[in-house]
């Protein structure tokens, strides 16, 4: 299906060679794209045994993502060692494998079951998703997550999407569960970078008119107090080696406009 629509068929498209990369191909495959002109390859031919068996653990890290968070988080220092050796590959891993992070640092901190990647059908809306979620009999966290470098900050608008849309969705799709109509619920954003002065502005403004539900934001310092919290070295030095250090940039005091850079207040 892939090979069905030649290159050719685009017009004012620069010469290129065509890589098809799988974990193996079926001899009928590989005939068909060499026919074609296109060249088949497999990760372990391109970058060797040792980032081919990480980029296969990395699949099923992911698919297991859940399962990984509550237990096994030794897992996600394993995988960016392994995957270091592709140039960018921890920069574009990191988005997530902090949702990994996250969810076990949420797991230790609160008793209950934990999904990473949950999907959420809202009422009379498209399906949302929540990057991490942990629910108890008295409890639901509802966990936004934003895996940035140091110089990376959440914008205004990218806040208030979730703020203003996303959040009411989710409590009013969760609360019309009859499991979780008694439970405490916190909505947090989490992200390893920082804020803008906008996006402060406005994460203050919600704390102060949240009446209902726990509201909070943290941005990478705070999230780094989280880890150390749990004493999850493993995970803590994988934060600062992929996180928190970059060259030229490092995190200078950008605290939310709370104490602890969180907030619990009615909405």
Not at 94 to 118: M, N, P, T
Request: aromatic share 8%; glycine share 8%.
């Amino acid at each position: 299906t892939i090979l069905q629509q030649p290159a050719k068929a685009l017009r004012n498209l620069s010469p290129f060679l065509p890589i098809l990369l799988a974990g193996r191909f079926s001899a009928e495959a590989f005939n068909l794209a060499r026919s074609k002109g296109v060249v088949t390859a497999t990760p372990g031919i391109l970058f060797g045994s040792d980032v081919a068996k990480g980029l296969s653990a990395l699949l099923e890290t992911l698919n297991h993502a859940s399962e990984v968070a509550a237990e096994n988080p030794e897992v996600v220092v394993d995988l960016f060692d392994r995957l270091g050796k592709i140039e960018g590959a921890a920069v574009n891993l990191r988005g997530a494998l902090f949702e990994l992070i996250v969810g076990h640092v949420v797991h230790l901190e609160s008793q209950g079951s934990i999904d990473i990647g949950k999907l959420v059908f809202l009422i009379e809306k498209h399906p949302a998703e929540i990057d991490v979620f942990l629910a108890s009999n008295v409890q639901v966290r509802v966990i936004e997550c934003k895996g940035y470098g140091p110089d990376q900050a959440v914008k205004e608008d990218e806040l208030r999407a979730w703020v203003v849309e996303k959040v009411p969705d989710l409590r009013k799709s969760l609360l019309s569960e009859a499991r979780f109509r008694n439970c405490e619920f916190s909505f947090e954003f989490w992200t390893s970078g920082s804020f803008t002065a906008e996006a402060l502005r406005l994460a203050k403004e919600t704390i102060q008119r949240t009446k209902k539900y726990k509201i909070q934001f943290l941005n990478g310092v705070e999230v780094r107090k989280r880890i150390r919290g749990v004493n999850a070295s493993g995970l803590g030095k994988v934060f600062d080696e992929h996180y928190a250090k970059q060259p030229l940039t490092r995190f200078r005091g950008k605290h939310l406009p709370t104490e602890a850079g969180t907030a619990s207040v009615d909405a």
